[in-house]
């Protein structure tokens, strides 16, 4: 049973507030990764962090932001939500930062904007 | 740069049955390959993994899949399926060399098991 964990697990939210996902994981990960999930499309990488202090943008453009100041904690933030980051995010982490090693995944956080 | 098919979006199927997903991809250079699953409400977890070696792969819930280099392919079989197996199939590479590892995923795949 993997040990990362995602909060809140659905959130609706007016246009314009701020809001942070949480998500930690207990297995001493250096990497971490935040995913957006939407209906019938890939799974789009949109930050990774080798360890603290590390953040990266990754394949997809977004405007969120992350930070990484201890090892277990990866929140990502929306400074002013709009209804086109309505998505899932998922939050994952991994023991192997060269690709070769397993993603574990929280059960993600569904985000509504209206 | 490298990218990943995943053929159906949909397959369904009935109870026991024999069933293949089936996933392309395109890359320039070696890659690593993988199959998450993603169970309703859930996060991803990972079925089975392709490093090297033996090109026939088994993982978890008896699904096992086949790495074909000619073919650029990665289907993923059970030759028998459950009620239980009904999930989101996702096939998903890395690079192994010279990148940040990444991994890049498909559309997935809806297998629908019926009784």
């Known amino acids: 049973e993997a040990d990362i964990y995602q909060t809140p697990r659905y959130l609706v939210i007016g246009t314009g507030k701020k809001i942070t996902l949480e998500c930690s994981q207990t297995?001493?990960?250096?990497?971490m990764y935040w995913y957006q999930q939407d209906p019938g499309m890939e799974l789009h990488l949109i930050h990774y962090?080798?360890?603290?202090?590390?953040?990266e943008k990754g394949d997809l453009s977004s405007e969120s932001t992350v930070s990484r100041i201890r090892t277990e904690h990866f929140p990502l933030t929306l400074e002013s939500a709009r209804p086109s980051h309505t998505s899932q995010y998922l939050c994952?982490?991994?023991?192997?930062?060269?690709?070769?090693?397993?993603?574990?995944f929280g059960e993600g956080s569904r985000l509504t904007v209206l | 740069a490298q990218s990943v098919t995943q053929l159906d979006s949909q397959v369904p199927v009935f109870e026991e049955a024999p069933v293949e997903l089936r996933c392309n991809y395109s890359s320039s250079v070696s890659v690593y390959l993988f199959w998450y699953v993603q169970y309703p409400n859930q996060g991803l977890q990972l079925l089975l993994k392709?490093?090297?070696?033996?090109?026939l792969v088994k993982g978890i819930n008896g699904f096992e899949a086949e790495f074909n280099k000619s073919q650029t392919s990665f289907h993923l079989r059970k030759p028998s399926v459950h009620i239980s197996d009904t999930a989101e199939y996702f096939c998903a590479v890395s690079v192994r060399r010279g990148s940040q590892g990444n991994l890049i995923f498909g559309k997935g795949t809806k297998l629908s098991v019926k009784p």
């Open positions: 994952a982490s991994s023991r192997d930062g060269r690709g070769t090693g397993e993603l574990f």
């Open positions: 392709y490093l090297s070696g033996s090109t």
């Open positions: 962090s080798y360890g603290v202090n590390s953040t």
């Open positions: 297995m001493g990960h250096d990497k």
